[in-house]
């Protein structure tokens, strides 16, 4: 079956996101809503790796992980259905980050997002065969199945715009926190700044070693989750001059570039 005979008819997919989210035994167990606040009103459009737990802590006091895991990552087509009763009068916002460096931070839960790093090689095959390529659903797949929610206007070469598959408000980036944050906070009344997650000092040249080991076991990998989470390693590695552009050759640079291609081009990224 190919990726076009793979999409179901848009209506179709109405009605299963209709049913499913009606079904907390399909998709949702949790019974809170995700990613809203109702003391703000706005509904965020959580990608993953672009800070997005930060904002969680700071707009509902804590990471939405520990109050509704099943519903922390949803495609806004999601929330929508989900959110329909306040869809329309709710602050809708995402965040974006550089498609290269987002890749390498997926780096420190590389059995997650299925990107390894070795021998001074990317590989993607996990990804791929994770999310769907070529039309890339990167949905939560430990509570819902992307094949259902794929629907024509998901495209190839696009991560972010198959996320942000409705209309929002406002999308910010990454590399521009400070300013975005200003602005949903004067937009929302929000009385506290965002705060990112503290900064430290540990060296990323040990990152690359620690990744690129061959050895790499569970209790390695769990190790470092909590090391980097806890400590916040992810602030450091994006403030470090594009430090990124060390884990690329041409080949891996040109493979991020074919996954990212429209959001590329839509958020104006550069290498």
């Avoid at 060296?203 to 209790?219: G, V």
Wanted: hydrophobic share 35%.
């Amino acid at each position: 079956m190919n990726a076009a005979e793979d999409i179901l008819p848009d209506q179709l997919i109405h009605y299963l996101n209709e049913v499913c989210f009606q079904n907390r035994n399909i998709f949702f167990k949790g019974r809170k809503h995700a990613m809203i606040s109702h003391k703000y009103k706005c509904i965020f459009i959580h990608i993953q790796r672009t800070a997005g737990t930060s904002i969680e802590n700071w707009i509902v006091g804590k990471d939405w992980w520990r109050i509704d895991k099943e519903t922390k990552h949803l495609l806004a087509s999601q929330a929508k259905v989900k959110y329909r009763k306040y869809w329309d009068k709710y602050f809708k916002f995402s965040f974006v980050r550089n498609p290269w460096d987002r890749v390498v931070s997926c780096l420190i839960f590389p059995e997650f997002y299925g990107i390894s790093y070795h021998n001074g090689m990317l590989n993607f095959d996990g990804y791929k065969s994770k999310y769907g390529y070529p039309v890339i659903i990167e949905n939560d797949f430990r509570f819902s199945n992307g094949k259902f929610l794929k629907s024509k206007k998901h495209m190839k070469n696009s991560v972010y715009l198959n996320i942000l598959d409705e209309e929002l408000d406002f999308v910010g980036s990454f590399e521009n926190l400070k300013e975005d944050t200003d602005f949903i906070r004067e937009k929302l009344h929000i009385k506290n700044a965002f705060q990112l997650h503290k900064k430290t000092a540990f060296s990323t040249s040990k990152l690359h070693l620690l990744i690129d080991r061959s050895t790499y076991t569970q209790d390695a990998a769990w190790y470092l989750r909590r090391l980097f989470y806890r400590n916040g390693f992810e602030n450091n590695l994006k403030h470090n001059n594009r430090v990124y552009r060390k884990y690329y050759v041409k080949e891996t640079r040109e493979m991020v570039e074919d996954l990212y291609r429209r959001d590329i081009k839509k958020f104006n990224y550069t290498f």
